[in-house]
């Protein structure tokens, strides 16, 4: 490499880190928690940055899925994504949150198989999916079957006894 190219790859450097350096990213998550409804449990991570240059667009990655984060007003963002209640694990998902040249160095590794860790995620942090409530074990119709077969049960031989 020559000079000329080591000082650009050095100011590109230095201007990309200095674009999110000074952000301070919140984020608020929620998660479906019945699964009565609906068939796959749904995850949001809302993004507020408090920053003088805001990034115009954010990306995320979640277990190796690459996501956009929606634009939810001035400085927030908002990822979601979805998976089938029967793939979905109890516990925390690590989300990492990437700006354009982070996301543009991210794909450019995993187009070319190579790993991840050199690119540093301009904020993560994690969504706790508790589970979700799948109904009650017993079905309340055939509990009441159960207790009206038991009733008529008593009843029955009570009268056999107070016949007899």
């Not at 939810?72 to 979905?88: E, I």
């Not at 079905?139 to 038991?150: D, K, P, Q, R, T």
Request: net charge neutral; proline share 3%.
């Amino acid at each position: 490499m020559t000079p000329t190219h080591c000082i650009l790859i050095a100011l590109s450097l230095c201007a990309a880190a200095s674009s999110t350096a000074g952000c301070k990213y919140s984020v608020e998550s929620y998660t479906t928690t019945d699964a009565m409804i609906v068939t796959e449990a749904a995850f949001v991570a809302q993004v507020s940055a408090e920053c003088e240059d805001s990034p115009s667009n954010l990306y995320a990655e979640v277990e190796g899925r690459l996501l956009v984060a929606a634009n939810a007003g001035p400085n927030k963002y908002q990822v979601s994504w979805l998976d089938d209640f029967k793939k979905a694990r109890r516990g925390d998902y690590h989300v990492k949150f990437y700006d354009e040249a982070g996301y543009g160095q991210l794909r450019k590794l995993l187009r070319d198989g190579e790993s991840t860790s050199s690119v540093t995620p301009v904020h993560s942090a994690y969504v706790r999916y508790p589970g979700a409530y799948k109904g009650a074990w017993v079905n309340s119709e055939f509990l009441a079957a159960i207790v009206s077969m038991v009733v008529l049960y008593f009843a029955y031989t009570f009268k056999s006894k107070i016949v007899s």
